[in-house]
């Protein structure tokens, strides 16, 4: 069933921000809600421009759009950049599965998935910029499937946007994305352990 992935990550994290999040965490209400409004919107769809548009994902872009509209002149350059490159990567992906599923050896969605979170680590790569390398993906991948669902359409292909498979998509990038972050922060804690010591003098 596409969707399950997507609704099983989305619970797992809001039990993470509901009860087990310290409660004085930064924005742990508004992650809870947030995750719980899209876990309702799941099943809606509402039309825009003759397009099915899934209400989850109409909220995700949402989102992403208001966030990157905050940032600086130099930042939304940089990331628009780093969107574009993600968005196209997104729909070549989405094409050639629908037009050569043979050259899928795997799920064209992790496939999809795993290109998407490379090449914004290509772009974002430090764990200080993690956010900015979720948002980025997102965005990318928002971009990607409203441009693959117009491409479709126009040569007589029913697509609707932001599909159930790709719920499971954005599912799979926020395990990779946490997966990396982990990644950084074990790396920086075994890095402080195997550094010497501020002033101290190894012997030969």
Same mark, same amino acid.
């Given at each position: 069933?596409?969707?399950?992935? *997507?609704?099983? /990550?989305?619970? %797992?994290?809001?039990?993470?921000?509901?009860?087990?999040?310290?409660?004085? +965490? !930064?924005?742990?209400?508004?992650?809870?809600?947030?995750?719980?409004?899209?876990?309702?919107?799941?099943?809606?769809?509402?039309?825009?421009?003759?397009?099915? /548009? !899934?209400?989850?994902?109409?909220?995700?872009?949402?989102?992403?759009?208001?966030?990157?509209?905050?940032?600086?002149?130099?930042?939304?350059?940089?990331?628009?950049?780093?969107?574009?490159?993600?968005?196209?990567?997104? +729909? %070549?992906? %989405?094409?050639?599965?629908?037009?050569?599923? /043979?050259?899928?050896?795997?799920?064209?969605?992790?496939?999809?998935?795993?290109?998407?979170?490379?090449?914004? *680590?290509?772009?974002?790569?430090?764990?200080?910029?993690?956010?900015?390398?979720?948002?980025?993906?997102?965005? %990318?991948?928002?971009?990607?499937?409203?441009?693959? +669902?117009?491409?479709?359409?126009?040569?007589? *292909?029913?697509?609707?946007?932001?599909?159930?498979?790709?719920?499971? !998509?954005?599912?799979?990038?926020?395990?990779?994305?946490?997966?990396?972050?982990? *990644?950084?922060?074990?790396?920086?804690?075994?890095?402080?352990?195997?550094?010497?010591?501020?002033?101290?003098?190894?012997?030969?």
């Amino acid at each position: 069933m596409e969707g399950i992935i *997507f609704l099983w /990550v989305a619970w %797992g994290i809001w039990v993470y921000t509901t009860f087990i999040m310290r409660k004085s +965490a !930064n924005g742990r209400f508004k992650y809870s809600f947030l995750l719980l409004c899209m876990i309702c919107l799941f099943p809606h769809w509402f039309t825009i421009f003759s397009y099915e /548009v !899934n209400a989850a994902f109409g909220l995700m872009a949402l989102l992403t759009f208001i966030y990157i509209r905050a940032l600086g002149l130099r930042q939304k350059l940089y990331m628009l950049i780093a969107l574009l490159t993600i968005a196209m990567s997104y +729909a %070549g992906i %989405g094409m050639i599965a629908i037009y050569d599923p /043979v050259l899928m050896i795997i799920d064209p969605q992790l496939v999809a998935a795993l290109l998407s979170v490379s090449l914004g *680590f290509l772009f974002y790569s430090s764990l200080e910029k993690i956010r900015m390398l979720f948002i980025t993906v997102m965005g %990318g991948c928002i971009t990607g499937d409203v441009l693959l +669902a117009i491409t479709l359409n126009k040569i007589g *292909f029913v697509e609707s946007i932001g599909n159930h498979g790709f719920l499971d !998509n954005v599912a799979y990038m926020v395990l990779l994305t946490l997966g990396w972050r982990l *990644f950084l922060v074990l790396n920086a804690l075994m890095n402080n352990k195997i550094s010497p010591k501020k002033g101290e003098v190894k012997s030969i």
